[in-house]
């Protein structure tokens, strides 16, 4: 569950997602109400039960939440027919996620929200699911054969949610080899491959163009800090402030470099370039930069409640330049987290804040991830979201979709409910 400081701390307070065993019996008209808002995204009166009876099965309290047990505990539902419906039935997914945002707006919505990016790993069986390859499995923390999908997440003084995903599909997935599995899982032709850094660019660019959900935060690990084009759709959007990670060897300057121009001759001709004026110190990494900081400018906070007592870190924050192929780039705030004790870790992060930002805002953003790492052991633990059985794309993405739903579902009822909400239950179907 979210660190009881954590929730507390920083430029605002995120609350908890509690739902009482006692208010659960009482959801079902509610839950019914919430359905109904995605009547015309289905064609027929069939799959719009089904849609129905899938959700309910996803927050009921069975251990294995795959089609088949959900069919069976859930009364009038079919094994075949739901099979069809999450793989094969059309849906219309950008209406469902048009009104499903507008929902998250009257619910979670605020000028401070912050977006998170972050991926999570899917272990599977055999090779003949939609993106499955052997590749890193963040939950497992190593390499296995699974399937990943990249997230967004909103968070906010009122909640948290994911907002859109993306299943990441490896290169060698768009080879003439994988040309039948690609068919056998209806893999639409127009999806290319995108790294998963372009793919979190991708919903941020999708979220900004749409222009439904409020934020003034972005945050994502080293994957998407260290990619230029995810920066740089962030940094399009005037206003935003980001925090990412950035691996410890990352380059830097402490002071503006300073700049000379060079002539050379080529083919004959004179050209210029610009280089590093002579008695220009060479850049230095992050850890030496944090390991050489005196004391002085280290300030302890605790970040956390753990169960063995506080987790506490020392942070310092400075200004940098940072380098790009031995030249000076941007000038950003670097935000240097570190353990207590001796043979102290490390970690990095970078921010384009303005210069009047403060250490606990920069703390407080380097700690929210865990809002999108709470959506996902939430909708893991009592969604069945990594329960799914489904080897189609369609498939995954529906159940994708209705996680994401479900889990918003519960986090409207706590705000319904208010103070009326104590502890964090599924639903009786």
Not at 34 to 60: I, K, L, T, V, W
Not at 318 to 335: H, N
């Amino acid at each position: 569950m979210v660190p009881e400081s954590r929730v507390q701390d920083g430029s605002f307070p995120i609350p908890k997602l509690l739902i009482g065993k006692e208010d659960i019996s009482q959801f079902i008209e509610e839950f019914r109400g919430f359905h109904a808002q995605f009547a015309d995204c289905f064609s027929r009166e069939e799959p719009r039960e089904n849609f129905f009876q899938y959700m309910a099965g996803q927050m009921s309290q069975l251990e294995r939440k795959s089609i088949e047990p959900i069919a069976i505990h859930v009364e009038d539902a079919k094994v075949r027919a739901m099979q069809h419906f999450v793989s094969d039935v059309i849906w219309d997914d950008d209406r469902i996620l048009s009104r499903y945002h507008d929902m998250v707006l009257e619910d979670l919505g605020d000028t401070d929200g912050v977006l998170i990016f972050d991926e999570s790993g899917f272990v599977k069986k055999g090779k003949d699911s939609v993106g499955v390859e052997r590749q890193y499995c963040g939950g497992i923390g190593k390499v296995e054969n699974c399937q990943v999908g990249v997230f967004a997440a909103y968070a906010s003084r009122h909640g948290y949610c994911l907002l859109e995903n993306r299943l990441f599909i490896p290169e060698k997935w768009f080879g003439a080899e994988y040309a039948t599995r690609r068919h056998k899982c209806k893999l639409p032709a127009e999806i290319v491959f995108r790294s998963k850094p372009q793919l979190g660019a991708e919903m941020f660019e999708e979220i900004v163009r749409n222009n439904v959900i409020s934020f003034r935060y972005v945050v994502a690990d080293t994957i998407y800090g260290g990619s230029p084009e995810f920066i740089d759709a962030v940094e399009k959007m005037a206003g935003v402030t980001y925090l990412v990670s950035l691996p410890r060897d990352t380059l830097c300057w402490i002071q503006e470099p300073a700049i000379m121009e060079k002539t050379y001759r080529y083919g004959g001709e004179e050209r210029t370039k610009r280089v590093l004026a002579a008695a220009t110190l060479k850049p230095i990494t992050f850890e030496k930069l944090a390991k050489g900081t005196n004391d002085y400018f280290w300030y302890r906070r605790k970040v956390s409640e753990g169960t063995k007592g506080p987790v506490t870190y020392e942070f310092m924050k400075k200004r940098v330049v940072l380098s790009k192929d031995g030249m000076p780039d941007k000038r950003v705030w670097l935000l240097v987290r570190r353990t207590i004790g001796k043979d102290p870790t490390y970690a990095f992060f970078i921010s384009n804040a303005s210069r009047s930002t403060r250490l606990k805002t920069l703390v407080w953003l380097s700690g929210i991830r865990w809002a999108i790492e709470q959506c996902f052991e939430e909708a893991k633990s009592d969604l069945g979201m990594d329960h799914y059985e489904v080897r189609k794309y369609p498939g995954w993405r529906h159940h994708m979709l209705t996680c994401m739903l479900a889990h918003f579902f519960l986090w409207h009822m706590r705000i319904r409910l208010g103070e009326k909400s104590t502890s964090y239950y599924a639903i009786a179907a």
